[in-house]
Every structure is written in structure tokens, then in C-alpha cells.
């Protein structure tokens, strides 16, 4: 008897054999690109949350500091300061700021106006926000 075609097996191999050539040969997708933009705004968002909950909240104070490779978010009352969120950026990723700390009052003010630059290491791109004096506008610089 003559028989044609494939066994399911040949048929599992095959495609488990194209299927590791083709992961091979494509390229991986770079997503550091848009990690960029990604993180600049969400450190945009995270500055009008604080700007936001410093104008509206009796007894709580507000506020986010910023290192290198990371920044947080933390809240105060009489009992204590205690942190709400951490943000870490990845490895070729870093923040340059002029003040550590940053706080509004309660008309929307910042203790202190700066600008604030998110740097892409290895594409030397940058982000920049700016949060401007009295007002308290924030401004993202694309």
C-alpha cells in the first residue's frame, strides 16, 4: 500500500523548526524608542497628581522627590511621611533635575521653579518639563 502525506509528528517537528528559525531571523522590536515618551509623561502626570492633591487636601501634605534613576512620590500628615509610589526608569535611562524635592502650596504654587530633563543615554534624546515659577503651570517640552 502505498500511502501519502505527513504523520502529525513530522508535521509538529516541521513547524517547531520554523518556528525557532523565524524568531532567529526577525528582528526584535527596540522599545526603548518610546520609552521615552512613555516616562516623560508619566512624570508629567505624576507632577499635576501632586500639584492636584496639594490644592485640594486639608491636613496632607504632597509631595516627589527626584534621583538619577528613579523618582517618589510621598504623602505627609502630623503622623508621618510615607511613600505611594516608585517609579524606577530603566538602565540607559536617567533624570537631571535642579531641586530634589518638589512641593505646591495650596494655590498651586511650586516651592521652587525648575526644569526637569529626562535623557535617553544611549540616543542622547531628552524630555524636558518644565514646572514654571508662581503659576505652577507644568509645561512638557517635546
Not at 37 to 41: A, L, M, Q, V
Not at 97 to 105: A, H, I, K, M, P
Not at 116 to 124: F, P, S
Given at each position: 500500500?502505498?500511502?501519502?502525506?505527513?504523520?502529525?509528528?513530522?508535521?509538529i517537528?516541521?513547524?517547531?523548526?520554523?518556528?525557532?528559525?523565524?524568531?532567529?531571523?526577525?528582528?526584535?522590536i527596540?522599545?526603548?524608542r518610546?520609552?521615552l515618551?512613555?516616562?516623560?509623561?508619566e512624570?508629567?502626570?505624576?507632577?499635576?497628581?501632586?500639584?492636584v492633591?496639594?490644592?485640594?487636601?486639608?491636613?496632607v501634605?504632597?509631595?516627589m522627590?527626584?534621583?538619577n534613576?528613579y523618582?517618589i512620590?510621598?504623602?505627609?500628615t502630623?503622623t508621618?511621611i510615607?511613600?505611594y509610589?516608585?517609579?524606577?526608569l530603566?538602565?540607559?535611562?536617567?533624570?537631571l533635575?535642579?531641586?530634589?524635592?518638589?512641593?505646591?502650596?495650596y494655590?498651586?504654587?511650586?516651592?521652587q521653579?525648575?526644569t526637569?530633563?529626562?535623557?535617553?543615554?544611549?540616543?542622547?534624546l531628552?524630555?524636558?518639563?518644565t514646572?514654571?515659577?508662581?503659576?505652577?503651570?507644568?509645561l512638557?517640552?517635546?
Open positions: 500500500m502505498d500511502k501519502k502525506g505527513f504523520t502529525l509528528i513530522e508535521l517537528v516541521t513547524i517547531g523548526l520554523l518556528a525557532i528559525l523565524l524568531a532567529m531571523i526577525v528582528p526584535r527596540n522599545t526603548d518610546y520609552y515618551e512613555k516616562i516623560s509623561k512624570i508629567y502626570y505624576d507632577i499635576k497628581d501632586v500639584k492633591k496639594s490644592m485640594t487636601s486639608d491636613g501634605s504632597y509631595s522627590s527626584l534621583y534613576n523618582y512620590l510621598k504623602m505627609g502630623n508621618g510615607k511613600q509610589k516608585k517609579v524606577e530603566k538602565e540607559d535611562f536617567e533624570l533635575y535642579e531641586d530634589q524635592s518638589l512641593t505646591f502650596n494655590r498651586g504654587s511650586p516651592s521653579a525648575q526637569i530633563t529626562i535623557r535617553d543615554i544611549k540616543r542622547n531628552i524630555k524636558q518639563i514646572i514654571v515659577p508662581v503659576t505652577g503651570r507644568i512638557l517640552i517635546e
